[in-house]
């Protein structure tokens, strides 16, 4: 669930450009708070997080033919920056 919403957020960061940023940061605090939600506990949603960091991390780095998905605007940068921010507090927030 954590690598789909992060090769969600990942999509959908650069669309419509700063609702896709703010929808995707929404969507990643909502679903991995709901992930803890429907199936207990904190330890799912810690789960949830370290995947997304992963898929949003790599998708960050240039893959086989030196394409990013994710660039070093302003956009992107906020998605990595605002995105681990929006996973500690779907963590810590209470189920």
Known sequence: MGSALGAGSVFLHGSLKPFG????????????????????????????????????????????SDEYLIEGTSVGVSLINGGFLILLLAVLLPV
Not at 36 to 61: K, N, T
Request: one cysteine or more.
């Open 21 to 64: 940023l703010l929808l995707s940061l929404a969507a990643t605090c909502a679903g991995v708070w709901s992930i803890g939600r429907i199936w207990g506990g904190r330890s799912l949603r810690i789960m949830a997080g370290f995947a997304w960091l992963i898929v949003v991390l790599r998708a960050g780095f240039p893959g086989v």
